[in-house]
């Protein structure tokens, strides 16, 4: 898929890979600008394509006294709002079929969570709304098997469709990228590397999700090169009181200097 299908995104003659970058969770309005607009002020620096990511909901958690939103409409007006001001496309996950109509109304890109990649109706309703779709492979699932929920989109008739990789389980607690599965990824579709998410350390005895972000530089040095066409990031400007997965994502302050050495070692492939 050419990336310039997703309206409003910028620098597409770019040879950079692309991001789809933000918090985990919609918190409030002014933190969302607020982690928008740096970024936004870095991809334009180092002239990356940009997709503001942020869930209107977190559907799938441990605890029943975990954050799960500030309410479903009242988020998807936000993210819409930062569409709008600073002109980027922006993405978040849905988790229901009702959810596709409703989140197709504010946003440019649906995704199709791991847990849910092989829900048909789920995947069926997100492509017909017509939306760029993004499906992250299943933590159980080889990458192999994603060419049939690419497939589902295609069939659904909908040719505009992103493949995520986020990790595979190892053991009960820890998860693993195998960039063996990159190449293989992209035979089906237009490939992302979820960098944060794949630094995750689940199934903690407190019910809150661990993670590894000192790995995040490595893994995703690793991915630019082997080739993957865009890298997916959670950020937050105190990711220790972030609402939700705080425990693997970046400090927004060190975005910049990595975004900086990804761009050079894109370069230097390109170059090869």
């Given amino acids: 898929m050419d990336i310039s299908l997703i309206p409003k995104i910028k620098h597409t003659t770019s040879q950079n890979f692309f991001l789809l970058a933000g918090p985990c969770a919609i918190e409030s309005e002014e933190m969302a600008l607020r982690i928008a607009e740096k970024v936004i002020t870095i991809t334009d620096n180092l002239e990356i394509p940009y997709v503001f990511k942020g869930s209107f909901k977190k559907a799938n958690r441990s605890r029943v006294d975990s954050f799960t939103g500030i309410g479903d409409e009242k988020a998807l007006k936000i993210l819409k709002k930062v569409g709008k001001t600073f002109?980027?496309?922006?993405?978040?996950?849905?988790?229901?079929?009702?959810?596709?109509?409703?989140?197709?109304?504010?946003?440019?890109?649906?995704?199709?969570?791991?847990?849910?990649?092989?829900?048909?109706?789920?995947?069926?309703?997100?492509?017909?709304?017509?939306?760029?779709?993004?499906?992250?492979?299943?933590?159980?699932?080889?990458?192999?098997?994603?060419?049939?929920?690419?497939?589902?989109?295609?069939?659904?008739?909908?040719?505009?469709?992103?493949?995520?990789?986020?990790?595979?389980?190892?053991?009960?607690q820890d998860m693993i990228v195998d960039f063996r599965g990159i190449p293989t990824l992209k035979q089906f579709a237009t490939t992302i590397l979820d960098v944060t998410h794949s630094l995750q350390q689940p199934n903690q005895t407190s019910g809150v999700t661990g993670g590894r972000p000192d790995m995040i530089e490595t893994i995703a040095r690793a991915g630019i090169a082997v080739g993957v066409d865009g890298l997916f990031l959670e950020t937050h400007f105190d990711p220790a009181n972030a609402k939700s997965d705080g425990a693997n994502m970046l400090h927004l302050d060190h975005l910049e200097n990595l975004l900086t050495n990804l761009v050079a070692i894109r370069q230097t492939i390109i170059n090869l």
């Fill in 87 to 172: 002109g980027v496309p922006t993405v978040t996950d849905i988790h229901e079929v009702s959810d596709a109509y409703l989140a197709a109304q504010y946003v440019d890109v649906l995704q199709i969570p791991a847990f849910l990649v092989r829900q048909t109706d789920l995947v069926v309703a997100a492509a017909k709304t017509g939306k760029v779709i993004n499906l992250k492979k299943g933590q159980f699932m080889s990458p192999d098997s994603m060419q049939h929920a690419v497939t589902k989109v295609i069939d659904s008739g909908n040719d505009k469709v992103m493949v995520t990789d986020r990790g595979t389980m190892f053991g009960y």
